[in-house]
């Protein structure tokens, strides 16, 4: 089992680029969610999908933000266009749907988006 | 607002002693509850949880202990050791509703040999 897949694991980009990120979930896998991680903020929910479907995006900062997931094993997090207060790590987990009973999510090893 | 706080941002200990990390939830709603690991450059993962039909979670050197009258669970390890440095992140959901974890700031431990 190769885990949760993030793409790319840094990315550095001038303000008002568009940035994609990528993640494949593990194979089986119902639920994905996007999280961001900051210092001030910790670990915030953006958005999360069950059966390729967005559940819940009320954790998307703004606009600039969107997620899709065309199919089970992929999704990505665009950011369009970028500002230097988007400068975090970002993380996508996935679990199934037994598991989330119990809560258990798996993580991706992150992207560090830098915005110049 | 946040629902899940941990208040120490970090913590220091020394190798073979115990470290105690804390968290607190204001949501009365949540009955269960995890922490996760986070070394660097790597993503959090599952360490031990507790539901709140329990007070006490025990694995190896890791036990979770949960006070629901106070809304307070921390996490013991006995005996620290450096591989144990890390920022260590609580959280919280409700089971039933298939809700999302909501998880607090973290705690970075640092064990000193």
């Known amino acids: 089992d190769a885990g949760v897949i993030q793409s790319p694991r840094h990315e550095v980009t001038e303000m008002g680029q568009e940035v994609t990120l990528r993640c494949k979930p593990i194979?089986?896998?119902?639920?994905l969610f996007w999280y961001r991680q900051t210092m001030m903020r910790g670990l915030e929910l953006l958005i999360y999908f069950n059966n390729n479907v967005p559940i819940d995006d009320s954790g998307m900062p703004e606009d600039r933000f969107s997620a899709k997931m065309p199919n089970a094993s992929f999704s990505t997090l665009k950011i369009q266009p970028s500002e230097p207060r988007d400068s975090a790590v970002y993380f996508c987990?996935?679990?199934?749907?037994?598991?989330?009973?119990?809560?258990?999510?798996?993580f991706g090893p992150g992207t560090r988006l830098t915005v110049l | 607002d946040q629902q899940v706080k941990q208040n120490s941002p970090s913590l220091s200990v020394q190798e073979g002693r115990i470290s105690i990390l804390n968290c607190d939830y204001t949501?009365?709603?949540?009955?269960?509850f995890l922490w996760y690991k986070k070394y660097p450059a790597e993503g959090p993962t599952f360490l031990i949880s507790?539901?709140?039909?329990?007070d006490k979670n025990e694995d190896g050197r890791f036990t979770v202990f949960l006070n629901k009258s106070a809304k307070h669970l921390s996490l013991h390890i006995v005996p620290s050791q450096p591989g144990d440095s890390a920022v260590y992140f609580c959280?919280?959901?409700?089971?039933?509703?298939?809700?999302?974890?909501?998880f607090g700031k973290g705690t970075r431990l640092s064990v000193i040999a």
């Open positions: 959280a919280a959901r409700i089971n039933s509703g298939n809700t999302p974890l909501v």
């Open positions: 987990a996935s679990t199934l749907q037994s598991r989330l009973v119990g809560g258990t999510q798996y």
């Open positions: 507790i539901s709140s039909i329990k």
């Open positions: 949501n009365s709603m949540f009955d269960y």
């Open positions: 194979s089986g896998h119902d639920y």
